[in-house]
C-alpha cells in the first residue's frame, strides 16, 4: 500500500504521529510523544518508508522512552530494524570512500569540504545508522573539478551523460551511492563568492563513526541547508526538514545566532529563512530554538498548505513554487541564464565528464553535448507536456525579483 491509496484523513493522522515521534526524538519530552499509537501499523509504514526514516523508527521502538515494543507487528518491526543495520554498513562504507577521497585529493593540493549528509549526521542526528544518504555533496573549486573526478574515478566513482547547473555527479560503479562535486553555490543564494571565501578561510570539521571530515563552520552550514531546500522548492521528504531543525536543537547552545543573520544578509535569505522556520514549527511542529528563531515569521498561507499536502500526498508532482507569491527571484532572466548554462557548462566540467585534460578536446565536446541536452529536453517536452517542460527549467520557490 502506498500513502496515495489512503484517505487524506488517514495520511493526516500517520503524518501527525510520525511528526510527533520526529519531535519527541528531539526533545525527549513525554508531552511531545504521539498520544495514541497508529490505526494501522502497515499504513505508517508506508510514510515512514517515502520519508526515509525507518532507521528511526526502529531506534525509537526499541528506546525505553517511546516503548512501542509489541505493538508494533513483527514485520513492520523486522523491515525498521533491518533498515537501520543496513544504513549503517552502507553509511560507513560511502564514508570510508569520503574520506580516502579527500585524503587523496588533499595529498595533490586540492580542497573540498562535505555538507548537508554527513554534516548532519553529526551535527543533528549523532548516530550514522539513523540518517539516510544515497550520495556525499561535497563543495570544490571549480578548476580542480578535472583532478577531482580522476581520483574519484580510481575510487570506482564515474561521472554521467548529462550536466547539472551547479555541480558534476560521479555514481559509484558497484555500490548505489554518487559523489557529487559542486563547483557554484545553489542559485538561490546571493553573493555566492563572499560565502566561498568564509568557507575557504575558516576551516571546521565534523566526525563520523571516528572518521573526520572537512566541512563548512555550523552557521554556514545552516545556510546552505536551507538553499538546498529552496533550490530544490521544498519538492522533498520530511529527512531534510527534520536535518535542519535537528541541527539547530542538538546545536542551540553553540550557534550564533548573530553570525546566522549575518550570512543571511550576505545571501538575502532572511525571509526565505524565517519562513522555512516557521514551517517547522508552525506547520511541521518540529523545534525551533528561540535564540535561533529570528523572532519567527508565519509562512505564508498558500506555502504552508501547499507543504502539507505534498508530504501528505509524495507523489503529486504539483509544484509549491507556483504557490509562493511575493516569494520569488528570478524571473525570464534567470531562466534563460540557467539554459544556457546547461547548454554551455564549464570547460572544467566536460573535462572531469570526459575524463581528459586536453582543453581542447573538451571544447570539441560542446556542440555534442549541447545536442543531447536539447534532445533530452524534447523527449521530456514530449512525456509531460510544454507545463513540465517549463517546470524543468526553472527552480525558483521563494525567488524574489531582482
Same mark, same amino acid.
Given at each position: 500500500?502506498?500513502?496515495?491509496?489512503?484517505?487524506?484523513?488517514?495520511?493526516?493522522?500517520?503524518?501527525?504521529?510520525?511528526?510527533?515521534?520526529?519531535?519527541?526524538?528531539?526533545?525527549?519530552?513525554?508531552?511531545?510523544?504521539?498520544?495514541?499509537?497508529?490505526?494501522?501499523?502497515?499504513?505508517?509504514?508506508?510514510?515512514?518508508?517515502?520519508?526515509?526514516?525507518?532507521?528511526?523508527?526502529?531506534?525509537?521502538?526499541?528506546?525505553?522512552?517511546?516503548?512501542?515494543?509489541?505493538?508494533?507487528?513483527?514485520?513492520?518491526?523486522?523491515?525498521?530494524?533491518?533498515?537501520?543495520?543496513?544504513?549503517?554498513?552502507?553509511?560507513?562504507?560511502?564514508?570510508?570512500?569520503?574520506?580516502?577521497?579527500?585524503?587523496?585529493?588533499?595529498?595533490?593540493?586540492?580542497?573540498?569540504?562535505?555538507?548537508?549528509?554527513?554534516?548532519?549526521?553529526?551535527?543533528?542526528?549523532?548516530?550514522? &545508522?539513523?540518517?539516510?544518504?544515497?550520495?556525499?555533496?561535497?563543495?570544490?573549486?571549480?578548476?580542480?573539478?578535472?583532478?577531482?573526478?580522476?581520483?574519484?574515478?580510481?575510487?570506482?566513482?564515474?561521472?554521467?551523460?548529462?550536466?547539472?547547473?551547479?555541480?558534476?555527479?560521479?555514481?559509484?560503479?558497484?555500490?548505489?551511492?554518487?559523489?557529487?562535486?559542486?563547483?557554484?553555490?545553489?542559485?538561490?543564494?546571493?553573493?555566492?563568492?563572499?560565502?566561498?571565501?568564509?568557507?575557504?578561510?575558516?576551516?571546521?570539521?565534523?566526525?563520523?563513526?571516528?572518521?573526520?571530515?572537512?566541512?563548512?563552520?555550523?552557521?554556514?552550514?545552516?545556510?546552505?541547508? &536551507?538553499?538546498?531546500?529552496?533550490?530544490?522548492?521544498?519538492?522533498?521528504?520530511?529527512?531534510?526538514?527534520?536535518?535542519?531543525?535537528?541541527?539547530?536543537?542538538?546545536?542551540?547552545?553553540?550557534?550564533?545566532?548573530?553570525?546566522?543573520?549575518?550570512?543571511?544578509?550576505?545571501?538575502?535569505?532572511?525571509?526565505?529563512?524565517?519562513?522555512?522556520?516557521?514551517?517547522?514549527?508552525?506547520?511541521?511542529?518540529?523545534?525551533?530554538?528561540?535564540?535561533?528563531?529570528?523572532?519567527?515569521?508565519?509562512?505564508?498561507?498558500?506555502?504552508?498548505?501547499?507543504?502539507?499536502?505534498?508530504?501528505?500526498?509524495?507523489?503529486?508532482?504539483?509544484?509549491?513554487? &507556483?504557490?509562493?507569491?511575493?516569494?520569488?527571484?528570478?524571473?525570464?532572466?534567470?531562466?534563460?541564464?540557467?539554459?544556457?548554462?546547461?547548454?554551455?557548462?564549464?570547460?572544467?566540467?566536460?573535462?572531469?565528464?570526459?575524463?581528459?585534460?586536453?582543453?581542447?578536446?573538451?571544447?570539441?565536446?560542446?556542440?555534442?553535448?549541447?545536442?543531447?541536452?536539447?534532445?533530452?529536453?524534447?523527449?521530456?517536452?514530449?512525456?509531460?507536456?510544454?507545463?513540465?517542460?517549463?517546470?524543468?527549467?526553472?527552480?525558483?520557490?521563494?525567488?524574489?525579483?531582482?
Amino acid at each position: 500500500m502506498t500513502p496515495e491509496q489512503l484517505a487524506p484523513d488517514q495520511r493526516r493522522r500517520h503524518l501527525r504521529w510520525l511528526l510527533d515521534s520526529c519531535r519527541f526524538w528531539l526533545t525527549g519530552l513525554e508531552t511531545d510523544a504521539p498520544a495514541t499509537d497508529p490505526e494501522d501499523w502497515r499504513e505508517l509504514a508506508a510514510f515512514v518508508y517515502f520519508h526515509d526514516l525507518d532507521p528511526l523508527l526502529h531506534h525509537l521502538a526499541g528506546s525505553d522512552r517511546l516503548d512501542l515494543g509489541e505493538r508494533v507487528p513483527a514485520r513492520v518491526r523486522q523491515q525498521w530494524e533491518s533498515a537501520y543495520y543496513r544504513n549503517f554498513v552502507f553509511n560507513i562504507e560511502l564514508v570510508d570512500l569520503v574520506e580516502t577521497f579527500l585524503d587523496a585529493a588533499e595529498r595533490e593540493g586540492l580542497q573540498a569540504r562535505v555538507f548537508k549528509g554527513p554534516v548532519t549526521i553529526a551535527r543533528g542526528w549523532f548516530d550514522p &545508522a539513523l540518517r539516510v544518504m544515497a550520495d556525499v555533496d561535497l563543495i570544490c573549486r571549480q578548476r580542480d573539478l578535472p583532478r577531482l573526478a580522476e581520483i574519484a574515478r580510481i575510487l570506482d566513482f564515474e561521472a554521467g551523460p548529462q550536466t547539472a547547473v551547479h555541480h558534476l555527479a560521479l555514481k559509484h560503479r558497484t555500490l548505489p551511492a554518487a559523489l557529487e562535486l559542486h563547483f557554484q553555490l545553489y542559485d538561490v543564494i546571493a553573493q555566492p563568492a563572499t560565502l566561498l571565501e568564509r568557507l575557504w578561510a575558516e576551516p571546521a570539521w565534523v566526525e563520523v563513526d571516528g572518521r573526520k571530515l572537512p566541512a563548512p563552520p555550523p552557521e554556514l552550514a545552516l545556510i546552505l541547508d &536551507a538553499g538546498h531546500l529552496l533550490q530544490h522548492d521544498l519538492q522533498l521528504n520530511l529527512r531534510p526538514f527534520l536535518d535542519l531543525s535537528a541541527t539547530l536543537w542538538r546545536q542551540r547552545d553553540t550557534l550564533d545566532p548573530e553570525l546566522i543573520d549575518e550570512l543571511l544578509r550576505t545571501a538575502d535569505l532572511e525571509p526565505e529563512y524565517r519562513s522555512i522556520l516557521g514551517l517547522l514549527d508552525r506547520v511541521l511542529g518540529l523545534p525551533v530554538p528561540t535564540r535561533l528563531s529570528g523572532g519567527g515569521q508565519a509562512p505564508p498561507a498558500a506555502l504552508a498548505g501547499a507543504l502539507e499536502a505534498r508530504l501528505l500526498a509524495p507523489d503529486r508532482l504539483d509544484r509549491i513554487g &507556483a504557490l509562493a507569491g511575493p516569494h520569488r527571484r528570478g524571473g525570464a532572466g534567470s531562466t534563460l541564464s540557467y539554459v544556457l548554462r546547461r547548454l554551455l557548462p564549464p570547460l572544467e566540467q566536460l573535462q572531469a565528464m570526459s575524463g581528459s585534460r586536453s582543453r581542447t578536446r573538451a571544447l570539441g565536446a560542446y556542440p555534442a553535448h549541447a545536442a543531447a541536452t536539447v534532445g533530452r529536453a524534447l523527449r521530456r517536452w514530449r512525456s509531460s507536456g510544454a507545463g513540465g517542460a517549463e517546470a524543468s527549467l526553472k527552480n525558483d520557490l521563494f525567488r524574489r525579483r531582482r
